[in-house]
Nanobody, 113 residues
Framework: QVQLVESGGGLVQTGGSLRLSCAAS????????MEWYRQAPGKERELVAR???????NYADSVKGRFTISRDNAKNMVYLQMNSLKLEDTAVYYC???????WGKGTQVTVSS
């Protein structure tokens, strides 16, 4: 059974940083392309960042240069380092295994002025 558990969300001021973590189990992690999505109130869920099994990364234009996705295959973890946070980054952030189409339950990130 695939399980993805996010952590690291919280309240931060504009310009601040947070690091989200996602612990994966029930999958052969190193073979999975992993993603971070987010969903703001009243908006559709959107892809934020993706990292392939080989380590190639892609980002939404809105976060390029501010967010970094990374993975640790030895620990079955994927991370999202978020810097220079803006009010519009406020959302629930979800971890997803693209390969298995499985989702975590999300972690709330709130950016305040």
């Amino acid at each position: 059974q695939v399980q993805l558990v996010e952590s690291g969300g919280g309240l931060v001021q504009t310009g601040g940083s947070l690091r989200l973590s996602c612990a994966a189990s029930g999958i052969i992690f190193r073979f999975n392309t992993m993603e971070w999505y987010r969903q703001a109130p009243g908006k559709e869920r959107e892809l934020v960042a993706r990292i392939s099994s080989g380590g190639d990364t892609n980002y939404a234009d809105s976060v390029k240069g501010r967010f970094t996705i990374s993975r640790d295959n030895a620990k079955n973890m994927v991370y999202l380092q978020m810097n220079s946070l803006k009010l519009e980054d406020t959302a629930v952030y979800y971890c997803r295994s693209f390969t298995r189409n499985s989702w975590g339950k999300g972690t709330q990130v709130t950016v305040s002025s």
